[in-house]
Each structure stands twice: as structure tokens, then as C-alpha cells.
């Protein structure tokens, strides 16, 4: 009789096993199941729509967000890069991408929500925030309120991505002096880093302070023996362009210049810069360089010119 019993227990025992393995199994298969469909919803949006399609897009989205389960959080970041894409896009209704970029960071907060402790949450909902202040003029306050915490900063205080997300929207605030202050920790952090030498430099030129933003190139040059890229210098040269500054963006564009090889925009960006700066003489120099290296531009640098002389018969004023 104890044989048999103990054999009885050792069949339910094997049962029990069995069934526990079988549930785990299908709940290793659902979960799997699950994600596979969210991430299929979310290449669905990304990928299917010749055109941009925001209702049904923003719906794909919802749904992988809602039936994924780890994979929500990066569902939101996709939801938000989408829409971050379609700012300024002309063939979109703007207002409908206000409505999905705000959308987009409540449920960026859910993942600040869900894991307050994980640093990447609220780094990634500021660096959203403060770019979409282009089309929401308070997000970037969003981001000073999600990311401007001593208990947020203590999570990684010595990660140079937390004072730029700071110092940008600080800077697109209005609060210069704090942007700066925090852009030169930021690189402090990481002074090998030429990315934030770069973000220093422009945050210069937002301050209008032009001869720290060369002094800045020249401290990339001495201590870390390289120099802006092309891209670079374009970020820095516009910047100074859009505020005005035609004197520092000639000097950007003239440095890039000297360190990549010649191409006819960059004359012709140079060229544009000085004629708004006043100096027709240079402005035409620079458009003659410019047609040089691309004679097919001919039609432009007529263009030109004949705005040039146009603006060389205004009175001065």
C-alpha cells in the first residue's frame, strides 16, 4: 500500500510539474504573441501609409501601446518620433500635429509614470518636450517641471544629457543665463564630447554673444585637435542667421570654408550673409565663387545680383 500511495504522489507530483510548465509555456507564448502584434501595429504606422494618415496612424499606435507589455514604453517612443517628424511637414495639417505631438508626451509621462526611477523615462520626454516648442511654446516648461528635480538628478548626476535637456529649455525659456550655466557643466562632464562643444557654441550665439561662440571653436581646435563637421558649422552659422546676426554667421561660414573643401552652397549661404549684413561687395564676391564651382546655378546668381544692385540704390538709413 505505501508503494502504491507513493507512487500515487509521485504521478500527482508530475502532473502538478507538467501543468505548471504548460501554463508558464503559454504565457511565455502570449506574451510573445503580444509583443509581436504591438511591434507589427507600430511598423504598420510607420511604414504603410504613403502619406501621413494621423488618425489612423495615432489609432495603430494606441493599440501597440495597449496591447504590448514591456514594449509600451518604447511604443511611446515611437508614437513621439513619429510625430515629432511631421512638424513643419507643409503637406500635413499642423494642427492635427499639435494635437498628436500633445498626445504623444502624456503618454511619454506615463512612462516617467510607471518607472520614476529610470533616468531614460525623463530624458526622453524632455529632449521631446523642448523639441516640440517649435509648434507648443510651453512644452519646454514641461521639461524644466519633468526633469528639474534634485530626486531626478540624483539618478544619474554626473550624465551631461540632463543639464543640455536643462540648459535648452532653459534657453528656449528665456533664462540665457541659466542655459549657458548649464551647458558649461554639461560639458565639464564630458569636455572630450565635440557634440557639446557644439551645443555650447550655439547656446553663445542665442546669448549674442559671438566672441565666446569663436572662442569656443578655437578651445576645439587647441585641446581636442579636431573641428566643427560641416554639419556643425551650418547649426551654428543659421542660428546666428535667424537672430540677426549677420557678422557671426559670415564668420562661421568663412571657418567653414577653411576646414572643408569648397561647395557652392556654402558660397551661396555666405554670400546671402553678407548681403544682409550690408556688405554688397563681399556678397557678390562670394555669389562669383559660388557660380564658379556650379555654373548651373547661373539663373540664381543672376537672381541675385539683380537683387544685389536693387538693394545697392535703397538710401541708407
Given at each position: 500500500d505505501e508503494i502504491v500511495a507513493f507512487g500515487h504522489r509521485q504521478s500527482q507530483t508530475v502532473v502538478a510539474t507538467v501543468l505548471v510548465a504548460i501554463?508558464?509555456?503559454?504565457s511565455i507564448y502570449a506574451f510573445n504573441v503580444r509583443l509581436l502584434q504591438a511591434n507589427h501595429k507600430v511598423y504598420l504606422a510607420l511604414l504603410t501609409f504613403p502619406k501621413p494618415d494621423i488618425a489612423a496612424q495615432r489609432q495603430l499606435f494606441t493599440a501597440a501601446i495597449e496591447e504590448a507589455v514591456t514594449g509600451r514604453f518604447e511604443a511611446r517612443q515611437q508614437l513621439a518620433t513619429f510625430a515629432l517628424g511631421l512638424v513643419r511637414n507643409q503637406s500635413v495639417d499642423q494642427d492635427e500635429v499639435r494635437k498628436l505631438v500633445e498626445f504623444a508626451l502624456a503618454e511619454l509621462r506615463e512612462n516617467v509614470d510607471e518607472e520614476p526611477l529610470n533616468?531614460?523615462?525623463?530624458?526622453y520626454f524632455a529632449s521631446v518636450a523642448n523639441r516640440a516648442g517649435v509648434l507648443l511654446p510651453d512644452t519646454p516648461r514641461q521639461a524644466m517641471a519633468v526633469l528639474d528635480r534634485p530626486e531626478v538628478?540624483?539618478?544619474?548626476?554626473?550624465?551631461?544629457?540632463i543639464y543640455t535637456e536643462l540648459a535648452q529649455a532653459s534657453l528656449l525659456t528665456?533664462?540665457?543665463?541659466?542655459?549657458?550655466?548649464?551647458?558649461?557643466?554639461?560639458?565639464?562632464?564630458?569636455?572630450?564630447?565635440?557634440?557639446?562643444?557644439?551645443?555650447?557654441?550655439?547656446?553663445?550665439?542665442?546669448?549674442r554673444q559671438g566672441d565666446a561662440a569663436v572662442a569656443q571653436l578655437g578651445t576645439v581646435r587647441r585641446e581636442l585637435k579636431q573641428t566643427f563637421s560641416a554639419d556643425h558649422y551650418l547649426r551654428v552659422a543659421r542660428t546666428a542667421d535667424r537672430s540677426e546676426q549677420y557678422g557671426v554667421a559670415v564668420r562661421f561660414f568663412l571657418e567653414l570654408l577653411r576646414d572643408w573643401p569648397p561647395k557652392a552652397d556654402y558660397y551661396?549661404?555666405?554670400?546671402?550673409?553678407?548681403?544682409?549684413?550690408?556688405?554688397?561687395?563681399?556678397?557678390?564676391?562670394?555669389?562669383?565663387q559660388a557660380l564658379t564651382l556650379d555654373p548651373n546655378i547661373r539663373a540664381d546668381y543672376d537672381a541675385f545680383l539683380k537683387l544685389l544692385e536693387e538693394r545697392s540704390k535703397q538710401p541708407r538709413g
Open positions: 501554463a508558464a509555456a503559454y533616468i531614460r523615462n525623463h530624458l538628478i540624483a539618478l544619474s548626476p554626473t550624465r551631461p544629457q528665456g533664462d540665457i543665463k541659466r542655459g549657458l550655466e548649464l551647458y558649461q557643466k554639461s560639458l565639464a562632464l564630458a569636455p572630450h564630447v565635440l557634440e557639446l562643444h557644439v551645443d555650447l557654441t550655439v547656446a553663445y550665439v542665442v546669448a551661396a549661404q555666405l554670400a546671402v550673409a553678407y548681403a544682409k549684413g550690408g556688405d554688397l561687395a563681399k556678397a557678390q564676391a562670394a555669389a562669383e
